[in-house]
């Protein structure tokens, strides 16, 4: 079974720290994928990267950062962490850049900036 | 752009009635569709996709989807709702874009 985990499950941070969320796959996938997820606003893009150090842009990257060194692991980084990031972000991996493949997703991180 | 539309953010049915849950997406090629359930607290899992071939398709849990080109749609149906199927349910498209794009997601309450 492919298996995505993701560092925490909840996670309490304040306004203006750094907070990294971390996700890592078991199944030698290419892509990896970061979404935030907001109720009645479904699942929006903030990165992907199809390779190890490369990296694209989604729909809402403004305030996010990424690290892909492992082909492995995937990081998220929010730089200086803002009350409008609480939500629930979820990581996602596939194995290759065509649009017939399955994403398998990790269990979810539920941040609240305080 | 692919666009998804889930039609109705909340849907409710009795156990043992029929489940139906729309998708209609727009899309300039032959899309790729897929419909995901995200059980509570936990992440998005796949139900079923349509990549080529036959149009009704297969997939866990008794559910099954036809893709209506005609339509652009993809509806999800079950026969018979069960009160484990309550969830949040999705529908992706990728297309020309090999990133899919999500529906806003339909919730599906179960009553006894």
């Known amino acids: 079974d492919v298996k995505v985990t993701q560092s925490s499950r909840y996670l309490v941070k304040r306004t203006g720290e750094k907070v990294f969320l971390e996700c890592v796959q078991d199944?030698?996938?290419?892509?990896m994928f970061w979404y935030r997820q907001d109720p009645g606003l479904g699942l929006r893009l903030i990165y992907f990267?199809?390779?190890?150090?490369?990296?694209e842009k989604g729909d809402i990257p403004e305030g996010y950062s990424v690290s892909r060194e492992k082909k492995e692991r995937f990081s998220l980084i929010l730089e200086s962490a803002s009350t409008n990031q609480t939500s629930m972000y979820l990581c996602a991996s596939s194995n290759h850049l065509r649009g017939q493949e399955t994403q398998y997703f990790g269990p979810g991180t539920r941040l609240l900036v305080l | 752009a692919q666009s998804v539309t889930q039609l109705g953010s909340h849907v409710s049915v009795s156990e043992g009635a029929l489940v139906l849950l729309r998708c209609n997406y727009s899309?300039?090629?032959?899309?790729?569709l897929f419909w995901y359930v995200q059980y509570p607290n936990q992440g998005l899992q796949l139900l079923l996709k349509y990549t080529t071939g036959a149009t009704l398709v297969k997939g866990i849990n008794g559910f099954e989807a036809e893709f209506k080109k005609s339509e652009t749609s993809f509806h999800l149906t079950k026969p018979s709702a069960h009160m484990s199927d309550a969830a949040e349910y999705f529908c992706?498209?990728?297309?020309?874009?090999?990133?899919?794009?999500f529906g806003r997601g339909t919730s599906l309450i179960v009553h006894p």
């Open positions: 899309s300039s090629v032959p899309p790729y």
């Open positions: 992706a498209a990728s297309g020309g874009s090999y990133i899919p794009t």
């Open positions: 199944m030698d996938h290419e892509n």
């Open positions: 990267s199809y390779d190890v150090k490369m990296k």
